[in-house]
């Protein structure tokens, strides 16, 4: 009786330590959320001028020049300064580009991939370096379009930055700097549907995303010279071995710049990530075109074992799971030692 009730304050013991032991590793695997942005107050105001052969009309907010007559162009936008200090004004073009899970930057966050687009429609634009706008000046700002050797087909889609900075007279410092971006869309002629290479699948990785959420990354690739927009994707990853193993993800309204790539992700949530082959089914339908494609991917051990140890969602339930494993098997035990002691009095009493 001794023996039995020291080995049941032994297996107590071990779960105490145990739930202490897990606790700790939930502490470290959990993950700060990232800052929500804040917002800043407008400091410089921006006209543009559109031209009359902007595509799309003269209501719009930004350029869509077409650019099929090799000529050079000059257009015009308009600065106004609302503050009651000077502001120093800088520039630079920069290509649009696609963030991760599909919405088009044009602040030049993104690096652009030669190999995809092989003639930036930034080397053709160019804007003044810098200017001082006064308190209340209104000032209107030339860029100039250099002509083209050839005519291109699709779209060249690029921003000018327009970046301002406030200057205090008394420190003579910069203090805050805002960034403003003005479309340029340079439109070649039409690219036929019949020759779009559509949407690609270029690699898998796993990784935990800006905001510290446990995924798989599928890169994918916009190799056409003409923007997706209010695209539908659908992408599925099913195990090769067992099919219960599968990892889905479905976005709806991307957008998707000219000749660009960025990863899409498939967040894991509480679910673990098993090692192993995959067939990647992905569908893509936008406003052009729809494109079904089909490939074989592998996860690796090292893979899976990094991203699940870095699954807050997925440790926590394991940690349940444990729990109500230990829980179960605790009062299996004490029910099995309160039925031994009653069969053994049962036995003493004959």
């Known amino acids: 009786m001794r ?7 032994v297996v107590l013991g071990l ?3 145990f739930m202490t032991n897990q606790s700790g590793v939930m502490a470290k695997a959990k993950r700060v959320e990232a800052r929500k942005d804040q917002t800043t107050p407008v400091t410089v105001q921006v006209l543009p001028e559109l031209p009359k052969d902007n595509i ?10 077409p650019m ?14 609302p503050t009651n200090q000077d502001l120093k004004i800088s520039f630079r073009v920069v290509d649009a580009t696609t963030n991760d899970n599909g919405t ?8 652009i991939d030669t ?11 160019k804007t003044p370096k810098t200017l001082i706008l006064a308190p209340n000046e209104l000032k209107d700002v030339s860029f100039k379009i250099n002509k083209i050797a050839s005519n291109f087909k699709g779209q060249k889609a690029t921003a000018i930055n327009v970046l301002a900075s406030g200057i205090n007279s008394r420190k003579s410092s910069i203090q805050n700097q805002y960034n403003y971006a003005i479309g340029v869309i340079l439109q070649g002629e039409t690219l036929p549907k019949k020759e779009l290479e559509k949407l690609k699948f270029s690699g898998i990785k796993v990784r935990l995303t800006n905001n510290q959420k446990p995924a798989i990354s599928v890169q994918l690739i916009n190799p056409d010279a003409t923007y997706l927009k209010n695209t539908k994707l659908k992408i599925s990853l099913v195990n090769g071995k067992y099919s219960f193993f599968n990892y889905k993800s479905t976005q709806k309204e991307l957008k998707v710049a000219p000749n660009s790539k960025f990863y899409e992700d498939i967040l ?6 098993v090692p192993g082959i995959y067939k990647l089914n992905m569908t893509a339908i936008s406003d052009q075109y729809q494109q079904t ?12 074992q990094f991203i699940n140890m870095n699954n807050y969602q997925y440790l926590k339930q394991k940690k349940r799971l444990i729990e109500i494993g230990i829980i179960v098997l605790v009062t299996i035990l004490v029910g099995l030692l309160f039925y031994w002691i009653k069969v053994r009095r049962k036995d003493n009493l004959k």
């Open 293 to 304: 494609t089909s490939r074989y991917v592998k996860i690796t051990k090292t893979q899976a």
């Open 56 to 65: 799309g009309g003269n209501h719009l907010g930004y350029y869509v020049l």
């Open 268 to 273: 894991l949530g509480g679910k673990r990530l």
């Open 104 to 111: 088009v930057d044009y602040t030049g966050q993104n690096k």
């Open 3 to 9: 023996k039995v009730t020291k080995c049941l304050t």
């Open 68 to 81: 099929n007559n090799h000529r050079t162009r000059l257009e015009t936008f308009k600065l106004f300064n």
């Open 115 to 125: 190999k995809i687009l092989k003639q930036p429609g930034s080397k053709l634009i």
């Open 15 to 17: 779960v105490v330590i």
